[in-house]
């Protein structure tokens, strides 16, 4: 983790790295990349790879997600 705020009610699973984000109520499993978000109500699969705006997002394992403007 690094700049970033997580919780409350957060589980981060081994190998997940967030970075640069705010993140409440959500699950974050393993191997998963957050940079950049803010997520609330959020559930991530495994090995996924989130970048960008603030979503409430719900994604499968091995996603690459990716927003823009």
């Known amino acids: 983790m690094r700049d970033s705020i ?12 967030i970075e640069r984000s ?5 699950i974050i499993n393993s191997d998963s ?3 950049s978000m ?3 109500d ?3 699969g495994d090995a996924v ?7 409430k997002m719900n994604i499968g394992d091995h996603s ?3 927003m823009q403007g």
């Open 64 to 66: 690459l997600i990716e």
């Open 42 to 44: 959020t559930i991530l």
């Open 38 to 40: 803010l997520l609330t």
């Open 49 to 55: 790879q989130l970048i960008g705006s603030p979503r």
């Open 33 to 35: 990349t957050v940079t």
């Open 22 to 26: 705010i993140i409440r109520n959500s």
């Open 6 to 17: 997580l919780g409350p009610n957060i589980s981060v699973a081994k190998g997940s790295v």
